[in-house]
RNA sequence: CGGGGAGUAGUUAAGUUGGCUAUAACGCUUGGUUUGGGACCAAGAGGGCGGAGGUUCGAGUCCUCUCUCCCCGACCA
């Protein structure tokens, strides 16, 4: 199962280049069943390293894990009206529930008489399922703050998909939290945004802008979102993840409340927040470059390869010899390594194929290393080559791959930052957003209407109102002309 | 749902005004030569052309119906 793809220039088409990476990387597959991808080993294992990190960062701040039903009965999202009709649209249905064999046509049909008196929706999302149950379970002070979160799969009708970036299916977890306060829920709010922060700065390596959404953007039924907007490489946004401050709209549509120190009842105050697989797509965008993929350290699912090379007999037993010993050695530090001791490929190919994949470092190792007493070792990200004496791999593959994870991201901060551009007038926002394919920073009225006149306009959308850009906010706003509000980023995003 | 395009081998495609046993490349299998950046040679396996019906001596090519997929738009993490 050899990968041969070439891939095309990302300079030349930017979408193309995004798919062939994933074809390339073997990372994932469109399915048989409409929208649906399939996540091939490689690409499920950067999402278990994903899970494992953030799983560990969310229990750290005092959640833990349940599980909720796939299935929501339909009138659960008719409670909250925002919330209807945000996921009306893209909802898919259950409303049968037996099958039977018809013997004319040889085929299984949809058994009218098992028709389900209530439809069950597939969950797009789990607010509505989760808050019927903490209204039987919360009942005092005492119950709160409640904070559970899940992994889950949940699904979306899009009409039309991209892997990783928006596919009818998709992986992700949720965190739902109760409390007896609006800013404690705030601030929940923020804190698991700030979680987030930490995950995609340190383990994924991708800058990012921390901020609010607008009202237009915001999550069908919260009362606040807050999101972490990146930059792809073609300079179009990307939301990482989202933190919805919930208020008291969920409490009051599910009746949740509890009975207060001073014995009053009251409705809770709730956060939701969540982070999917389509943070791959945002790694593999903002990373890789025309070789394939390429993987920041702590998020590769193989850190180190060793890639013997030799031509007969006595030479395989003398290198293969060193690589086990190499081998040996770094795994008994924390770094995943392994030998790629396949003698049906040829070490061009062997090279290409890890590229592609996004290895972090190879090391090479052939005869005329053994003599030499050192190795060749590849790091993905700049493609250099050196050589490296054996006793000294011990400490240098450590540092190397630390440099590696330092550097991806001290690029992605720099891209973002270069092609942030303030702009003072409406013709200069139109120019970065459709040709200078960046963030355009503007001041803002705080108006729909002039939100929705540059969606109309340029397709370009307010990613968000970012929270440390909102210092002397003095002047107008570019596209009303109105005293402004905040300053906000608009761009085009995925 | 509106506009456009395509269904031929595992993949990507060629297939003239209907004509003889349906092509090619890549991939796959076997054998050999190779191996410090996608190797080469040879021999093989694999499809009846999305489906149904029709015209014809003869259909991948023509006609009718039908199914599916892809792209652009609306919806979206």
């Given at each position: 199962m050899s990968i041969h793809k070439r891939i095309t220039k990302k300079s030349e088409d930017y979408s193309e280049w995004y798919l062939d990476v994933v074809e390339a990387a073997d990372l994932a597959e469109n399915s048989s069943v409409r929208g649906c991808m399939i996540i091939k080993p490689w690409g499920y294992a950067i999402w278990e390293n994903i899970q494992k990190h953030l799983d560990a960062m969310i229990k750290a701040t005092g959640h833990i894990n349940a599980y909720f039903p796939i299935f929501i009965p339909k009138s659960f999202f008719d409670k909250e009206a925002e919330h209807v009709e945000g996921f009306a649209k893209e909802s898919a249905v259950v409303s049968y529930h037996r099958l039977k064999f018809n013997p004319t046509s040889r085929k299984l049909e949809v058994d009218p008489e098992a028709k389900l008196e209530e439809e069950l929706l597939i969950r797009p999302t789990s607010e509505t399922i989760i808050y019927d149950s903490y209204s039987r379970w919360?009942?005092?002070?005492?119950?709160?703050?409640l904070l559970i979160n899940q992994w889950a799969n949940v699904v979306r009708w899009e009409l039309r998909t991209r892997p990783f970036l928006r596919t009818a299916e998709f992986l992700w977890q949720e965190g739902h939290t109760a409390h007896a306060t609006m800013e404690e829920a705030d601030q929940h709010a923020i804190k698991m945004l700030n979680v987030y922060k930490t995950l995609i700065e340190e383990f994924l390596a991708i800058a990012t802008i921390p901020g609010k959404k607008s009202e237009s953007e915001k999550?069908?039924?919260?009362h606040t979102t807050y999101t972490l907007e990146a930059m792809m490489q073609d300079g179009k946004a990307l939301q990482a993840c989202t933190s919805h401050h919930l208020g008291d709209n969920f409490a009051k549509a599910f009746n949740i409340q509890f009975q207060d120190k001073d014995g009053k009842l009251k409705y809770v105050w709730q956060t939701s927040w969540g982070l999917s697989t389509r943070i791959i797509g945002a790694l593999i965008m903002v990373h890789s470059d025309d070789n394939g993929l390429v993987l920041p350290p702590k998020i590769a699912p193989l850190q180190v390869v060793i890639v013997p090379i030799w031509k007969n007999d006595s030479e395989q037993t003398l290198v293969l010899n060193k690589a086990e010993e190499i081998y040996q050695m770094l795994s008994r530090t924390d770094i995943t390594t392994k030998i790629d001791?396949?003698?049906?490929?040829?070490i061009g190919e062997k090279f290409f194929e890890w590229e592609k994949k996004g290895v972090p470092i190879r090391i090479e190792v052939g005869p005329k290393d053994v003599q030499a007493g050192h190795t060749v070792v590849v790091r993905r990200d700049t493609l250099e080559k050196s050589h490296v004496k054996f006793e000294d791999i011990r400490n240098a593959i450590p540092a190397t791959l630390n440099s590696i994870q330092q550097n991806l991201f001290e690029k992605s901060r720099q891209f973002l930052y270069s092609n942030i551009h303030e702009v003072h007038s409406y013709e200069e926002l139109k120019d970065v957003v459709e040709n200078r394919n960046g963030f355009a920073l503007a001041l803002w009225d705080g108006e729909e209407a002039s939100e929705a006149k540059v969606k109309e306009e340029?397709?370009?959308?307010?990613?968000c109102i970012p929270f440390d850009m909102q210092s002397n906010i003095t002047g107008n706003c570019v596209i009303s002309g109105k005293p402004a509000k905040y300053r906000a980023i608009f761009a085009k995003s995925y």
């Open positions: 919360i009942k005092s002070y005492r119950d709160l703050p999550f069908a039924g919260a001791i396949r003698d049906y490929l040829t340029t397709k370009a959308t307010i990613r």
